[in-house]
């Protein structure tokens, strides 16, 4: 994978790094962003990203004070080694009490940006996926109700399924720009896309603990017949038009293409690197402790 392979060069912790780049090329996400929340953070590929792009040039810059450094969160499930001028955050994003944690970390002050590339461990089943994907999203816009400040943007991983309109309808009444966005290094033949909304604009008086109230109007997961984005109501036709972008260079390098490996300077055959940070501390750590004391035992 030449995007594996890339990230492995460059010094990203992941490939979906790329992911990210790619959806700033065509958006800009990243202008003027003085405080960013990273939901679903860890191995840290997004964090390093808002690392290298926020927090080190204004650190570097002659003019930047101490008061004047961007503010990252990122929260994970799993622990995440360190990234300079990240905040860490050991967390369930769809738990109350880390929406606080969060909360308080930006002492009163709103974020510009928030970003979730938060995924379910993935079992096959699509509809069990969309639907823990989804959950993933509604914990996102939680947060981003408390958080975010108006003209704000929030760009969240989605898988594309039969409720996507639904999905695009409800993040509608938030935003009044909402794009699904492939970029170039998100394969083809994943589900994934990233839901790139713009300009925070809460209906007048929301408050955000009638989110779900609200989300429930827009229409039940896969009840509505009628989805009319217009007023993001269930009524009138069931005509809702997503835009959907492929971003990142279209002629850059393709997820989906195996690429010959390059010769080393000395002309010897290329050398595999090691990944840049393995996880310290994987969900499957567990599994493979008890896959190999069964082995051992079947062996003596
Ligand atoms: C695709 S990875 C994120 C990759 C990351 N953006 C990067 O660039 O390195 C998805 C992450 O979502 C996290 N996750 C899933 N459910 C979560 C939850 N409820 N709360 C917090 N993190 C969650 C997983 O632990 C996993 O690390």
Redesign the pocket.
């Known amino acids: 994978d030449i995007y594996y392979r890339k990230a492995k060069e460059e010094g ?3 490939r ?2 790329f ?2 780049l790619q959806i700033d090329e065509e958006f800009n996400i990243f202008q003027g962003v003085k405080r960013v929340v ?12 808002l690392s290298r792009q926020l927090y080190l040039p204004a650190k570097y810059s002659a003019e930047s004070k101490e008061e004047d450094l961007p503010l990252i969160v990122a ?4 622990p995440m080694a360190p990234i300079e001028g990240v905040i860490q955050v050991q ?5 109350a009490r ?1 929406a606080e944690v969060v909360i308080r970390h930006f002492d009163g002050c709103k974020a510009d940006l928030v ?1 979730c ?5 993935v079992t096959g089943l699509h509809d069990m996926d969309e639907f ?1 994907q989804s ?2 999203i509604l ?1 996102g816009l939680t947060i981003v109700t408390h958080i975010l400040k108006e003209g704000g943007k929030f760009i969240a ?1 989605i898988f594309r399924g039969k409720d996507t309109s639904l999905l695009y309808c409800q993040l509608k009444l938030f935003f009044p720009t909402v794009t699904f966005a492939k970029p170039k290094s998100s394969r083809n033949s994943s589900i994934e896309a990233f839901a790139v909304c713009e300009n925070y604009s809460p209906p007048e008086g929301f408050n955000p603990r009638d989110l779900h109230l609200l989300l429930e109007k827009v229409g039940s997961p896969s009840g509505g017949s009628d989805l009319d984005c217009s007023s993001g109501w269930l009524e009138g036709p069931n005509k809702v038009y997503i835009p959907f972008l492929a971003c990142g260079d279209l002629s850059g390098y393709d997820s989906d293409r195996s690429y010959p490996l390059p010769k080393e300077a000395d002309g010897s055959s290329y050398r595999s690197l090691d990944p840049i940070q393995p996880p310290i501390a994987p ?1 499957y750590k567990r599994a493979i402790e008890l896959k190999k004391a069964s082995a051992q035992s079947f062996n003596s």
Do not use: F, H, M
């Not at 990273?38 to 990203?49: H, R």
């Not at 929260?75 to 799993?78: A, C, E, F, V």
């Open positions: 990203w912790r992941a979906s790094a992911k990210l990273d939901l679903c953070a860890a191995p840290g590929s997004w964090s390093q990203v929260i994970d499930l799993q967390g369930d994003i769809t738990n880390t970003v590339d938060g995924a379910p461990d823990v959950q993933l914990a991983k969900p």
